[in-house]
């Protein structure tokens, strides 16, 4: 470790002082709010002054310049104190704390990107530490830059598996640009941690799972100052300092004492507020501490515009998995642009982002089988624009993040998700690997946009489409290999490119279906054709947005009678779409098939026939509607 050079006395006098001036704006913004979490602030007040007047490098002007390192409060509920950190930093006055909790302010119970020094959302617990992961990878492996990443982790949240997951991700790529400090405060929101201050089972478990752990008086400012300071030395593994804080601290009467989460001062306000004023020795403005100003060696990066570097090249009648269709396509992204990454769960050989893999080896992150932390590694990537990541696995298992990608949406995050082996069509590997709830989980999720893609070349299309497009997207594709529909310069956009594949002037019932259905109402088609019954298909392309005007054009155009058919169950997915996009239309009737109950094992034909969307029922379906039934 390169030698230590203690800060003079004056300048940690200093940071106690700030450490309380941060605990009185706390107790000032909470009570103004009669809402917040003032005592879990204050364990973490040293904390915060040390790393953001001693530490940490950043431009006050421009919080997020992606030079400047990165903090991420993990335990989002203490966002007072984090507020007031970036006001005696001087980014806004003071006065506007009182502003928390209110309906216009941004400065939310818990933070968003709403306020420009904030990257991610956090609040739920137990992701921000997978976020800062991401950031870590990214500023170690494609930036190559100075900045450091920190994140204060709650030690109730440390209960939280993702915790664990985010640390054996840490050691395992050897983040020795990462830190972070766990708030061991021993109070949870209803009783003590399971741990409460037992702080050598802590230093044993993070040493176990390879991080360098540090143990430290959170209280005491000269401690958190070496501390940090060996942090920033060691190299090949990232550091974990251990806090030992007290819940509360500096409120006489409420320190260390249960039943004060949550809960604001009240008529215990003055007197604390007062209290803490006596502790302070210089109340004037700091003279001896000043914000470190990173080093700007984090390079430009351009992530608009990213296109295929070739077209998609197929025939058509070919048979490609839609599966396949998706690793050549992000293979062709990724040549095209150097920012263009891959994570996946150790699903790269059936989802195909080895295919980026084998091209460019950097670019493909293994989160191995830990989603949780691949969806949170993902939305650390893509901060501050720095990558566009594809984060693919099978379908089904992205309902194990969910929590994780609604965080994502709220964090305003560009992140696109690719889940394959969709419903039944997968076959023999059974329901536990059947992807049957995913639209309903993605269309859930606010601004997100739902990719379909029911051949190779509008799945090659969909990638470059989300790679372009704000927000959440999730490309669903399929196991199965099916016939290539398109030709290779077909124009797809998003929420209006609804094909018709086939159609006459004679059409008695639309139907729409998604992926393999989409192929299995073209059969219906030939079948019902022969008996006189001329049917017109429609393959939606993005189910969100989905194209309502055509739906409801061609709906008319076919008597008002609408058939859906999914490889999904029917709650969320393409049907009720398709319903809400006719909701307001007189005339027009819509029959739902989809998956209804936990499917069995077996091959792809017969599970789509005993499930009721396979050609066969499709024809029966559109006959039964005919008549009326």
Known sequence: MSAYHKPESRSVQELRDVANKLRIQSVIATSASKSGHPTSCSSMAEVMSVLFFHVMKYKVSAPKDPSSDRFILSKGHAAPILYAAWAEAGLFPASDLKNLRKIDSDLEGHPTPRLNFIDVGTGSLGQGLSVACGMAYVGKNYDRASYRVYCVVGDG????????EALNFASHYKLDNLCVIFDINRLGQSEPTNLQHNMDIYRRRLEAFGLNAIVVDGHDVEELCKAFHEASTIKGKPTAI???TYKGRNFPGIEDQENWHGTPLGAKTEEIITHLKSLIVNDGPVKNLTVKQPVEDAPAVKISNVKLASPPQYNLGDKIATRVAYGTALAKLAASNDRVIALDGDTKNSTYS??????????YIECFIAEQ???GVAVGAACRDRTVPFVSTFATFFTRAFDQIRMA????SNVNFVGSHCGVSIGEDGPSQMGLEDIALFRTIPGSTVFYPSDAVSCERAVELAANTKGICFIRTSRPATAV???????????NSAKILVHSKTDKALVIGGGVTVHEALLAA???????VNIRVMDPFTIKPIDAAAIIKHAKECGGKIVTVEDHYPEGGLGEAVMSAVSKEPGIVVHQLAVREVPRSGPSAALLEKYGISAKCIGESVLSVLKGH
């Open 157 to 164: 949240e440390s209960a939280e598996g993702s915790i664990w």
């Open 242 to 244: 251990l806090a030992k």
């Open 354 to 363: 080895d295919k980026l893999r084998k091209a460019y080896p950097q670019r």
């Open 373 to 375: 932390n691949l969806v």
């Open 409 to 412: 949406a709220i964090s305003q």
């Open 485 to 495: 529909l398109y030709k290779n310069d077909e124009v797809f956009q998003v929420g």
């Open 526 to 532: 030939v079948e019902l054709e022969k008996i006189g």
